[in-house]
């Protein structure tokens, strides 16, 4: 079966340091995803991102968050200066109209901001 | 209104047994529907879509009814290997193309011996 990889799979930060968490989509994959699952509670959508632009963003994807593919292949998301309530499990997720638009979620980022 | 709500859970049964799953959803416009499963501090996995007419997979039986906005699952002959948090999950595809999936909280099912 296909794979989203994400990288790392975990990473401890200190309060106010920026973070860059990576993901390589499906290959022929076009629309690319970042969803964020809170310890305890539900996934959440942050923003998607098609033909190297954001398609749609939710509230919490606020300044502190950019996208972007800069090499073609990584789909990285930033997060500039964290916070504490950063604190959670990042997915990347891709899909293609081509494979029926399943959604392929990578196995996710765990980022603990202290 | 949860856009997206779900059963409280956890759900607790014996092996062998028939568990329902209910989950409402609150934006008519919704298109597609989704039941996902989530183990501990894993990734969401695709179980099955929803479709109008009722489908069924195995064990697992999925139907929508678009007029009340419910969604269900049913599991029969639960397993042990069942046990994970099931999350009703709704597409709403905004404008342009690709998905925009939003999730209810998830029920969680724990199979005993």
């Known amino acids: 079966e296909p794979e989203v990889t994400q990288t790392p799979s975990h990473q401890v930060t200190q309060m106010g340091q920026e973070v860059i968490l990576r993901c390589v989509p499906i290959?022929?994959?076009?629309?690319f995803y970042w969803y964020r699952q809170i310890l305890g509670q539900k996934v959440e959508f942050l923003v998607s991102?098609?033909?190297?632009?954001?398609?749609?963003k939710s509230e919490i994807f606020d300044d502190q968050f950019s996208v972007e593919r800069p090499d073609g292949s990584n789909f990285t998301l930033k997060i500039r200066s964290t916070k504490l309530e950063d604190s959670a499990m990042y997915f990347c997720?891709?899909?293609?109209?081509?494979?029926?638009?399943?959604?392929?979620f990578g196995e996710g980022s765990w980022l603990t901001v202290v | 209104r949860k856009e997206v709500e779900q059963d409280p859970g956890p759900f607790n049964v014996p092996e062998g047994a028939t568990v329902a799953f209910n989950c409402t959803y609150s934006?008519?416009?919704?298109?597609?529907f989704f039941w996902y499963r989530q183990d501990c501090r894993k990734e969401p996995k695709l179980l099955m879509s929803?479709?109008?007419s009722g489908n069924e997979d195995g064990r697992f039986t999925a139907q929508l009814n678009r007029a009340s906005q419910y969604i269900s699952l049913l599991i029969r002959d639960s397993k042990l290997s069942d046990s994970a948090t099931y999350l009703c999950?709704?597409?709403?595809?905004?404008?342009?193309?690709?998905?925009?999936?939003?999730f209810g909280t998830g029920t969680q099912l724990k199979v005993e011996l």
């Open positions: 997720a891709t899909t293609d109209p081509s494979s029926g638009n399943t959604i392929y």
């Open positions: 290959s022929n994959h076009l629309y």
């Open positions: 991102f098609y033909n190297n632009e954001i398609s749609e």
């Open positions: 934006n008519s416009a919704s298109q597609s």
């Open positions: 929803v479709y109008s």
């Open positions: 999950v709704v597409n709403c595809p905004p404008g342009g193309g690709g998905n925009k999936l939003t």
